[in-house]
Each structure stands twice: as C-alpha cells, then as structure tokens.
C-alpha cells in the first residue's frame, strides 16, 4: 500500500514538472467590459508604432512612459499596456480608479500587485489575458496581452517594447508588433510566470 502511495505521488510530481503550467496560477481582476473591449481597440491602433532610434524612444513611446511616469529610454512594456487602459478611461470619461493594472512600469510590479488583490483560478489562457515573464528570481520582466488563443499553449499577443523583423527591408524593427508565444516556451531567457485575468463587471 505504501509503494503505490509513494508511486502516485512521484507520478503525480512528474506530471507537474513536465507541464509547468499546472503549477502556475491566473490571477482575475475585475474590470469594466466597455473599458476592456475600449482598451483592445486603443491597442490594437498602437501596432506598427516604431521606436525612432531604437534606444526606447519616439513621441509614442514617450506617451506611454509619461503615464507611468518614467521618461524616454526606460523600458515600456507594462507601460503600453497602462497607457492603453488609461487612454480608454478618458475616452469613455471614467476615472484612472477604474484601470484594473497597478501604474508602473515593471511588469513583475504588475503581477504582484494582481497576485496580492486577484481571485486566483483555473491556469487556463483567455483573450485580454496578460502574460507575465521573468529572468530567473530577478525583476527583469516582459508583459503582452493576449488577443487570439489557439492551440497546444500558442497564443496571439500585442507586446510593446518588442521587436520584428522588416521582411522589405530585411532590418530589425523595434516598437509596438503583434507576437506569436507558447505559455510552454521561454521567451529569450525567461519563462512565464503567472497570467493576469479580467472579471467583466
């Protein structure tokens, strides 16, 4: 009877090292439902925008700084993703109390902040999800919001801060793109932490 108990739990262990996901929570936020249909769109409009010399820079990139508070050359992942929630407030006249995300510019600030205030659920990804990222145990972090979910852990995302390569070109784009991720893959060097869900309300 033991060695079948020991023999479930390894099996059971197994499982969950061999699919990380598992092991990883999703945190739900409630938010407004025209704010977050709103905030899509506004983003989803931001596609396309380029940095102007590849160094965090350029009149877009300095808006979605300055509503985070940071200026021109820090990174701007978590803040594109703000400025959009924050922009669609004042499109539809309803007050900054009613972003669901912290204001900040770390990505793993936002996390934390979901993870201390959010209902935590099933580890299962949905449109308007952001994933988080981290290297290692630092606070070195990435954030995308998810807009298509397909098959086997891919997913399609809008991330700001990242880069594309320019098939006319052939050169190596920086700014606002539309991104291809598995929630099982690394990204670089990091790998997913947590996904940040919203409750309509």
């Not at 061999?18 to 945190?27: D, E, I, M, V």
């Not at 396309?48 to 992942?77: A, F, M, W």
């Not at 991720?181 to 690394?186: A, E, G, T, V, Y």
Request: net charge positive.
């Amino acid at each position: 009877m033991k060695n079948k108990i020991c023999f479930i739990s390894l099996l059971i262990l197994f499982i969950f090292l061999s699919n990380p996901g598992l092991a990883q929570q999703k945190f739900v936020l409630p938010c407004n439902g025209r704010l977050l249909s709103h905030s899509e769109k506004i983003m989803l409009q931001q596609v396309g925008t380029l940095e102007k010399t590849g160094r965090n820079d350029g009149p877009k990139i300095k808006l979605y700084l300055g509503s985070v508070g940071l200026t021109e050359g820090n990174p701007y992942c978590a803040a594109g993703q703000y400025w959009c929630f924050y922009t669609a407030c004042l499109h539809l006249k309803l007050s900054s109390e009613h972003i669901p995300i912290k204001r900040t510019g770390l990505a793993n600030l936002v996390f934390a902040d979901a993870s201390a205030r959010g209902e935590r659920t099933i580890y299962r990804a949905t449109k308007h999800d952001l994933i988080i990222w981290r290297k290692g145990k630092t606070s070195f972090g990435h954030i995308e919001r998810i807009i298509n979910c397909g098959k086997a852990g891919w997913v399609q995302t809008v991330g700001f801060n990242t880069s594309s390569l320019n098939s006319r070109t052939g050169k190596i784009e920086e700014g606002v793109f539309i991104k291809s991720r598995n929630l099982s893959h690394p990204l670089s060097r990091m790998l997913v932490r947590r996904l940040i869900g919203f409750r309509k309300i």
